[in-house]
Every structure is written in structure tokens, then in C-alpha cells.
């Protein structure tokens, strides 16, 4: 049982859906149908997660009617089913506000022409744009035909069909809800490996296709550890700044922030992470949002396996030690329940689940039960654990029943799943590199990686704001991961220089990831928040409804 969804698949499942839409820029919503295809074990009731739709009518069903919302869930659409009947067609149309779309208005998109739209499903949002069973533990096969202006393209995370028009796909694997994705736009598109491209507008598209050279390279890499690649193609789609991630794995079709686009690929490990997700999450899904950890965990292990193999342990050294210590920060503001691997999420949105620990925390236990068997019988056990649950969706206990069973005796399992914070014995990374730069001022930046700089950045204490601003130029970083944790610094140590960038920073970009912390810093003082209000009040419509939601939180 999942406690975010309403639907009651152990008694009518939904197997297959087609989907038919048209996207009304406009009105600025989707307006179309979805036939489900069932499976029924008992009952004659279909029980449909909603959020925030109009249900126009069910065809081949007796009677339905929609539930009374809860502010986390949405409303129960229950649909009476005729005897025997193995499918009903919902028409349906959006909201304008729904919370897994964002509709963006020309002046929001790199071309300026044309409006853009995109959807964010994960964690509960796909029934804010189809009414199904909206639970990781349920999966589906489904078509989909997409009708957008002439001029526009739209895309989905699915195979394109053979009919020429381009707008009919199809998932022949079955995906959790959380994966159904869709984007329409002025888009543009470039191969850049034998089963890869880029989708992007026609002025970020050279950017990109330079950013993601590796991409096959890195396929190459986790096949050799984990098993073939079971989605045939992948694809990168860069959307506008206001993404609210950095990305997001949509199978077939990663869609990705275009802060990560910094012109000498220092970022590219957030490719590695979606693609990873390929094995962790697309292909071995959590079950309820209570198993995220075995989603991020994973993929975060995977993601710097794959680095290593790529870039050299230098490298994923050096992100393990980044993200442990941001582990190590953000966990020392969290509640003692959130500091565990499997959360009770009761009452609350599963978004509030998504903190570094089941990313960091995860990792560090797989890097841990990596150091206690060897890296052998590990790398064997994780290919084996993808290609035994693959296309199924577990929980941490079956995790935990397949573990005993294959490595029994590796670490303290329960202690790691259901205790708080990092148990003794955890394999603790380490980096020469950030060793080296700890050690004092530094001669020779040249060659320095993003990485470095950050680790340099964030053990500056107190940082002399001026001397690193007239060393480094910082104010003028064009690489967004330093810009943000420079103007975070900033507002912390209240370095005039630097704050008429706060605005442009907190306008031009909607990753959470880089809002939130500025926004939280700034909210600290007075003059501060004075900033943040003002701000905020031109940046919000510009955001995502997730990021505003975010946002609201912390300037309201
Ligand atoms: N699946 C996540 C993004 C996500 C998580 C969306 C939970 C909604 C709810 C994605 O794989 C992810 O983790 N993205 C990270 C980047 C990554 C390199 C750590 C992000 O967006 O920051
Ligand atoms: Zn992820």
C-alpha cells in the first residue's frame, strides 16, 4: 500500500493507457482523453488519483464521481465499472496552476519566440496532468498522440512511433507514473553518439551538444558494470533555466537544467546520475516514496562508479567528499525522523522526503557493504539485483530480503535503514586534492575543477570576501555551481560587491537547488529580507509551481 495514492491496484490495476491531447497554449492547459486498460482481481471500482482536473466524462463506465481534495493527495476519482468491461476512456482537461506542469510565455525561453511547455511528474504531480494510478508501485505500457501548434515540437520520455507526423509515441516497457513525461517547444535536435541526441532550442542547441559529448562513453561504462542499456535510446532534452532540477530521468529522455551547460563540461556528472537511473530507479523502481533511498541511493553510487571509470578516481573522490559534507550540513538542520533512509512520510508530501539523505546516506551505505564484501562480489551483486527486479517496483524490505539472502553479514543493515544519522564504521571518503587545497592559500588555480574551487570556497572560514573576489574574480564566474555557492557566501558575509548579482542570479534561474539556500540566507536580516521580498516578487511567476511552493515557504 502506498499512503500517497488513493487507487486500490491489488483490486483493479491499470496495465496500459493511450493518451490523446492537445496542448492549448492559449488556455494554457492540456484538454484531451486517456483510455485505461485494466486488470481486475476483485470489486467493480476503478479508483484514479487526481489533482486539480476537470473530469468532462468516463466513457463505458456506469457511473464516477470525483472525491473531496486533500491538500497532499489531490481527489479520488472512483469510476463504477460495468461487468465485465476491461476499460474505461476519461476526458479530461487541466488546470492552469496544475503543479506538474509549467507553461512558459516566450519571454521565459532562450528563443523569446515561442511559448514552452514541460512537465515534472515526479514525485506525485503525473495526476495534476492524467488522472491514473499514481503510485510508483503500479506501472504501465502506454501511447500517447500529442497534438501542438504548428511550428512547435513535442517530445515525451518514449519511443517516437512510425507514423510520420511525429507527435504519436509509444513505452512499450512499463513505467511507474512518476516517469510519464511529456515537452512541447521550438526544439531542436542533434545526434551525438550512436543511440544519442540532444533536444534543445535552436540557441542552446550547439552548447549542448558540445556539454554532452560523452554520453555514449558513459553508457559504455555502466552497461560494462551493470548490464545492458534496456531503453534503447538516450536522449538529453535541455529545457529553460526555470527547471526547478537539475534533472530529471524520464526513461529514454533525460530533461536536464541549462545551468549545467558550463562550456568545459565540469558538470557533466548530473549526466551520470540520470543516466544511472536507468538501472536505479527506471528499471528497479521504489515502490512507495517511503523507498526513495533505493532510487537516489543507488543512482548516486552508480553515478560515481561511472565517473570513476570515465574521469579517474580523483574525480569521484572528489564528489563523494563534496557530498558528504553536504550530508553532514543539511542533516544537522533536519529532524532526527529525517535523518533515516526509509521515512515515515505520513501526512506529508513525499517531496519533503527528498533531502541529501537518501541520496548521500544511500550511497554511503552501498560504498560501505562495497568496502566490507569487496568490490568483486559487490559489482556482482548489483548486476544481479537490476537484472533480477528489473521492471519492478520494491520495497526496502525486499531489498533487504535479497541482500540477506545473497551478501549475508555486511554491515548493520537495520541501523542503516531505520536508525538516524550515519552509523560508526561508515566508509568515510577521502580526497588528496581537497587535502592539498585545505592546506593554505593556493599558488596555482589553473588547473582547478569546479570541484575545487567549491571545496575551497565552502572551507574558506571566516572567508575574506575582498582578497578572493580580487584573486578570483568570482562576482564574475560564469559556471553556475561557483556563481551560486559565491553569492550564498555574499549574503552571508554581506559583501557589498557582490550583491547586485543576487537579483539577475534569482531571476535568470529556477533550479531549487540554487534558490532555496540564497533565499534562506537572505531571509536572516532585516536588509536581507527586504531584498528577498523584492525579488521574489518579480521572479515568482517566472518559476515553477514546485519552486514556488518552495519559495513561498521561506519569504512568506
Ligand atoms: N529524480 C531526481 C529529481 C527529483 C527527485 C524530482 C524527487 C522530484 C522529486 C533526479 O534524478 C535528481 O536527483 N536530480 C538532482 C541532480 C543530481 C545530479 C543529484 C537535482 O535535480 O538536483
Ligand atoms: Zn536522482
Known amino acids: 500500500m502506498d499512503i500517497h495514492s488513493w487507487s486500490r491496484p491489488d483490486r483493479v490495476r491499470v496495465r496500459h493507457l493511450e493518451l490523446d491531447l492537445d496542448v492549448l497554449f492559449d488556455r494554457k492547459i492540456l484538454e484531451g482523453s486517456v483510455a485505461l486498460h485494466l486488470d481486475r482481481t476483485s470489486g467493480d471500482e476503478l479508483v484514479l488519483d487526481t489533482r486539480a482536473l476537470t473530469i468532462h466524462s468516463v466513457e463505458n463506465a456506469a457511473r464516477f464521481s470525483l472525491g473531496a481534495a486533500d491538500p497532499n493527495l489531490g481527489a479520488p476519482l472512483t469510476i463504477r465499472l460495468e461487468p465485465g468491461a476491461t476499460w474505461v476512456r476519461v476526458h479530461y482537461a487541466t488546470s492552469p496552476e496544475a503543479s506538474g506542469l509549467q507553461w512558459l ?40 498522440h500529442v497534438r501542438v501548434p504548428d ?66 562513453a558513459m553508457i559504455a561504462a555502466v552497461e560494462e558494470l551493470y548490464g545492458p542499456y534496456r531503453w534503447d535510446r538516450y536522449d538529453l532534452l535541455v529545457l529553460p533555466p526555470s527547471f526547478p532540477f537539475g534533472g530529471m530521468e524520464n526513461p529514454r529522455l533525460t530533461f536536464a537544467t541549462p545551468t549545467v551547460l558550463a562550456g568545459d563540461r565540469s558538470l557533466v556528472s548530473l549526466v551520470a546520475h540520470e543516466l544511472a537511473h536507468s538501472w536505479s530507479g527506471n528499471l528497479v523502481t521504489n515502490a512507495t516514496w517511503s523507498d526513495f533511498w533505493l532510487n537516489e541511493g543507488f543512482t548516486v553510487y552508480v553515478e560515481r ?37 526509509h521515512i515515515d512520510l505520513t501526512g506529508r508530501d513525499p517531496d519533503d522526503g527528498c533531502t541529501l539523505v537518501p541520496y548521500e546516506k544511500g550511497a554511503l551505505l552501498l560504498r560501505t557493504i562495497e568496502r566490507a564484501v569487496g568490490r568483486d562480489r559487490f559489482d556482482a551483486f548489483l548486476r544481479a539485483y537490476f537484472a533480477h527486479f528489473a521492471f519492478q517496483s520494491i520495497t526496502t524490505a525486499d531489498f533487504l530480503e535479497y541482500i540477506r539472502r545473497e551478501l549475508p553479514n555486511t554491515v548493520p543493515l537495520d541501523e542503516w535503514i531505520f536508525a538516524s544519522g550515519i552509523p560508526a564504521g561508515a566508509a568515510e571518503p577521502h580526497s588528496d586534492a581537497f587535502t592539498r587545497i585545505e592546506s593554505g592559500w593556493p599558488a596555482d588555480t589553473t588547473a582547478w575543477s569546479t570541484h575545487e574551487w567549491l571545496h575551497f570556497l565552502r572551507t574558506q572560514d571566516p572567508p575574506d570576501m575582498p582578497r578572493l573576489d580580487r584573486q578570483f574574480h568570482l562576482t564574475d564566474s560564469t559556471n553556475s555551481e561557483i556563481l551560486h555557492q559565491w553569492l550564498l557566501m555574499a549574503v552571508k558575509a554581506n559583501y557589498q560587491p557582490a550583491l547586485p548579482k543576487i537579483e539577475p542570479f534569482l531571476c535568470s534561474v529556477g533550479r531549487r537547488k540554487f534558490l532555496k539556500p540564497i533565499y534562506t540566507e537572505l ?19 517566472t518559476y515553477h509551481p514546485i519552486a514556488q511552493g518552495t519559495i513561498d515557504g521561506i519569504v512568506n
Open 305 to 341: 562508479r561511472v565517473l570513476e571509470k570515465l574521469y579517474g578516481p580523483a574525480r569521484a573522490d572528489m564528489e563523494a567528499v563534496l557530498g558528504r559534507r553536504e550530508l553532514d550540513r543539511e542533516m544537522a538542520g533536519l529532524r532526527e525522523s529525517d535523518r533515516v533512509l
Open 105 to 144: 510565455d516566450p519571454p521565459q525561453t532562450a528563443g523569446k519566440r515561442h511559448p514552452f511547455l514541460y512537465t515534472q511528474s515526479q514525485a506525485i504531480h503525473a495526476r495534476s496532468w492524467i488522472p491514473l494510478q499514481d503510485t510508483p508501485g503500479v506501472r504501465v505500457t502506454f501511447r500517447a
Open 523 to 541: 531571509m536572516k536580516t532585516p536588509e536581507g529580507r527586504a531584498r528577498a521580498r523584492a525579488i521574489y516578487a518579480k521572479a515568482r511567476p
Open 151 to 216: 511550428g512547435l515540437r513535442a517530445v515525451m520520455g518514449a519511443a517516437l512511433d512510425t507514423t510520420p507526423d511525429g507527435r504519436h509515441f509509444r513505452m512499450d516497457q512499463p513505467v511507474p507514473s512518476y516517469l510519464i513525461a511529456l515537452a512541447a517547444g521550438s526544439l531542436d535536435f542533434r545526434e551525438i553518439g550512436p543511440r544519442s541526441g540532444v533536444y534543445a532550442e535552436p540557441p542552446v542547441l550547439d552548447r549542448a551538444a558540445h556539454e554532452f559529448a560523452d554520453t555514449e
